[in-house]
């Protein structure tokens, strides 16, 4: 009797009194007694893996499994009372019809936290930076070596005398050429490199090209509402942030020749940046971007929904979060539909899935291919299920906006950009709308980093946070152990505060961040 008290109260959590489901949170022997409630006993049928669902009623086939609540999917086969539930007998069944959302969204209130202050840079257009970065950019992929090979100059050992000054960075991609001119790939492109050039954690720049490109720096420049000073880098020319030096390898006379320009103009910039002092300012300047990668069945129990209590406090302080990834929110839309401010933003959120349900056809492929192999490994079976439990990353706050991949995130609350799932492209696309702090959630261990954006690491279980000490920043794995769902989500806000102040990540300490620099963009390769 014992051991089956204590598998009571340890061995798996019941989400929704409504669930014919539960998840283990511990191995399960095959043989085990679950007492679920006073008036319902099963026997677990087979070992039963961490993370993983086993049914607590007898299912029939083409019937729902509710986990959250919510269906799950439908069963492809009758399933019992204490059998395993996962790919063999469980598949995704989309049936939501947004019409059906309420125009009175589920309100957060809290006592706002509008006092609360993080040490920023504050930039001359009234942003607040978390970072204090020069960022060498190329514009084009032919420029990408040239960007890497000038930011390698500028190592810790040559920069200890700029104390202020956090690295010199190169921020490369793989396009920019064999594409339509101002066309939908050009203007997404452009969207995302502007927005790292004008990124509050971009205290300076220097644009780099080839010179023949498509993605010409002459028309970043002019549609991003960039300001050229000059071909050549002049110390009384730089004068506010927002003037840019520019290099254009072909003029420059070659590869040699743009890179000691480029170092030239990273030296006049050096000392102006490096006067940059870290002041207090209202959290309100925060924009967190709310990101999971390497999910796994504790993600919708544990840290997807502390970083939604998070969410909430900053919001309920005039803080801002941007919620991407619309690919792995498929199944669970219309949470955020009701939430939505307005019938037209729910419109919009409905509009940018419709056409993710197009383009992945396009390809014979659907948004069901989606969890990955590791998703699956940690308890998670279909799409559905995991968007129930990445959508809780984002609380219960109204959503303010649907925008546009790597447009700017204007105004205080929840915003909704439209993103891959694909955690490089989805940060890259968050921090080019404005994010200054990524919270990441994982609990499958994802080695992820971004620059010149912190990315904060958080364990949606305790074994993950002491397995890798040096990857991991937060452990929410504290709530299956006892600990609330709030409680965890105020320690991991004022964690967040901690690292927007200054505090390094595991990721920036590894030197993660340059090679996750990943723009999403959408058409053909000409």
Not at 419 to 424: A, L, Q, T, V
Request: aromatic share 6%; charged share 20%.
């Amino acid at each position: 009797m014992s051991n089956e008290r204590k598998i009571l109260k340890q061995s798996f959590v019941r989400l929704s009194p409504d669930d014919n489901c539960v998840v283990a949170i511990e191995l399960v022997p095959s043989g085990t007694i679950l007492h679920v409630n006073e008036s319902l006993t099963i026997e677990v049928r087979s070992a039963i893996p961490p993370g993983h669902k086993i049914a607590i009623t007898a299912i029939q086939a083409d019937q729902p499994v509710l986990k959250y609540g919510w269906p799950i999917g439908i069963a492809k086969k009758p399933i019992a009372a204490g059998e395993w539930i996962h790919s063999h007998n469980l598949q995704n069944d989309h049936r939501v019809d947004w019409t059906e959302w309420t125009s009175s969204p589920a309100r957060f209130e809290t006592e706002s936290a509008s006092d609360a202050t993080f040490m920023g840079y504050r930039r001359a257009n009234g942003k607040v930076g978390t970072r204090n970065y020069i960022a060498i950019v190329s514009t084009v992929n032919c420029s990408a070596s040239v960007a890497r090979w000038s930011a390698r100059r500028f190592d810790s050992e040559r920069l200890k005398q700029f104390a202020n000054v956090d690295g010199v960075i190169a921020i490369r991609h793989e396009t920019g050429c064999g594409m339509a001119y101002e066309g939908t790939k050009h203007k997404m492109l452009e969207r995302v490199l502007a927005g790292i050039v004008k990124h509050a954690n971009v205290a300076g720049a220097v644009l780099v090209g080839l010179g023949c490109e498509q993605a010409t720096i002459s028309h970043l420049l002019n549609h991003a509402a960039l300001t050229q000073i000059s071909n050549l880098p002049q110390t009384k020319k730089f004068n506010t942030v927002a003037d840019f030096p520019v290099v254009n390898i072909q003029n420059a006379g070659g590869s040699r020749l743009a890179i000691e320009t480029i170092e030239s103009a990273v030296l006049e910039l050096l000392p102006r940046i490096n006067q940059a002092e870290r002041t207090a300012a209202p959290i309100s300047n925060l924009c967190v971007g709310l990101k999971c990668g390497g999910s796994d069945g504790y993600s919708g129990i544990t840290a997807n929904p502390a970083l939604g209590v998070a969410s909430d406090l900053l919001i309920a302080a005039g803080g801002s979060t941007i919620l991407g990834e619309t690919t792995e929110i498929y199944g669970a839309e219309h949470l955020l539909m009701q939430r939505a401010r307005t019938p037209e933003i729910a419109a919009e959120l409905q509009k940018r899935l419709d056409w993710w349900t197009w383009y992945t056809g396009l390809f014979g492929e659907e948004m069901d291919h989606n969890p990955s192999t590791g998703n699956k490994a940690g308890g998670l079976t279909t799409i559905a299920e995991k968007s129930l439990g990445a959508v809780s990353k984002s609380g219960r706050s109204p959503l303010v906006s649907v925008i546009d991949y790597a447009t700017p995130a204007l105004g205080s609350g929840l915003h909704m950009m439209d993103s891959p799932g694909f955690d490089p492209a989805c940060v890259t696309g968050m921090m080019a709308s404005g994010a200054n702090v990524i919270a990441f959630t994982t609990g499958r261990g994802s080695c992820f980093g971004s620059k010149p954006v912190p990315s904060m690491k958080i364990t949606t279980n305790s074994a993950l946070f002491h397995s890798m000490p040096e990857d991991m920043d937060f452990d929410c794995g504290t709530i299956l152990q006892g600990q609330s769902v709030q409680q965890s989500g105020e320690l991991l806000l004022r964690e967040l505060i901690e690292i927007a102040s200054g505090k390094k990540t595991k990721s920036e300490l590894l030197g993660y961040g340059e090679d996750e620099f990943v723009p999403w963009t959408v058409g053909p390769v000409l």
